[in-house]
């Protein structure tokens, strides 16, 4: 059996496009809920208890720089290694190599904590890599937050390089629309 392509992936898991770039579809909403009292005050309201998502990322496309207020638990699936960026509130920078090939330094699962400004892209030779992403407290887009260039520059010019590299010229709207569907 041959590997699937990134598109037929994308066709059969009813991939949408993400607006951090990539694809993904939401796999996993728990019903139970957090209420908001319980939280801690960075979240205006209840979450669910976890949530989960497929993303797939194609060789030439990235995952802009965002941040969340949730812990990530990214879980490598199929296709080849993808690198996470990760810029800490005091300004450190760390990768993780996401994927099969433990021998140079890649694993199959990744943390990426809440607060931390992260993007990924795919670093294997191969066409894309497909994860899926676990959030606790669930994930909301009014805890999503799409980094702007100049300003994450401003704040950390010492990774002025990466962040150019991962992040688009423009921010745009969070939400998919219906124009966001799989290619032909």
């Known amino acids: 059996m041959t590997a699937p ?11 949408l496009r993400h607006p951090e770039g990539g694809w993904y579809r939401e796999t996993y909403r728990s019903e139970e809920t957090i209420p908001a009292a ?22 030439g496309d990235f995952s802009a720089f965002h941040r969340i ?5 990214w879980h490598f699936h199929s296709g080849t290694t993808l690198t996470i960026h ?9 990768t993780h190599r996401l994927g ?14 809440a607060g931390f400004w992260f993007g990924a892209e795919v670093t294997g030779n191969g066409g894309y890599a497909l994860v899926s992403c676990t959030v606790s407290p669930g994930f909301d887009f009014a805890d ?4 702007d260039r100049d300003d994450l520059i401003r704040q950390l010019p010492s990774h002025t390089g990466i962040i ?21």
Do not use: W
């Open 5 to 15: 392509t990134a598109i037929e992936l994308i066709r059969k898991l009813e991939l």
């Open 38 to 59: 319980a939280l801690p005050d960075r979240f205006s309201g209840d979450r669910s208890f976890c949530t989960a998502i497929y993303f797939l990322l194609e060789k």
């Open 69 to 73: 207020k949730s812990d990530e638990l």
């Open 86 to 94: 990760m810029l800490s509130q005091d300004g450190s920078y760390q």
């Open 100 to 113: 099969a090939d433990l021998d140079a330094g890649a694993s199959f699962q990744a943390v990426v904590p």
């Open 144 to 147: 999503f937050e799409m980094a």
């Open 164 to 184: 150019r590299q991962l992040t688009r010229e423009s921010v745009t709207h969070v939400k998919t629309t219906a124009n966001d569907t799989v290619p032909t």
